[in-house]
């Protein structure tokens, strides 16, 4: 399986953006679909996961209540709604594939190459 991040960018505090994420290779409905950051200095972290056919998510808390994953099987794709973007959200994003909706990131087999979203004050 391939994945393809795309959608981040420079926005302000209070912003918004649309991450995407789209797989090639194989189906994505045979996978729990997650996305993870990276800030500069600091470890990997968990954001959000959404389940094969999109029936349950599990956020961060840090972003629950802001950020919103859905995924359309149809067109092999996962989206990151981000709202009310803070300074702190900022880092790489990246998108990952896994047989569970588990939190580590060693949990997950494949990986997105990464983009990165800016937020400034």
């Known amino acids: 399986v391939q994945l393809q991040a795309s959608g981040g960018g420079l926005v302000q505090a209070g912003g918004s953006l649309r991450l995407s994420c789209v797989a090639s290779?194989?189906?994505?409905?045979?996978?729990?679909m997650a996305w993870f950051r990276q800030a500069p200095g600091k470890v990997r972290e968990f954001v959000a996961v959404?389940?094969?056919?999109?029936?349950?998510?599990y956020y961060a808390n840090s972003v629950k209540g802001r950020f919103t994953l859905s995924r359309d099987n149809a067109k092999n794709t996962v989206y990151l709604q981000m709202n009310s973007l803070k300074p702190e959200d900022t880092a790489v994003y990246y998108c990952a594939a896994g047989p569970r909706a588990l939190l580590g990131s060693k949990d997950y087999d494949y990986w997105g190459q990464g983009t990165q979203v800016t937020v400034s004050s």
């Open positions: 290779g194989r189906t994505t409905s045979s996978y729990v």
């Open positions: 959404i389940g094969y056919r999109g029936e349950s998510m």
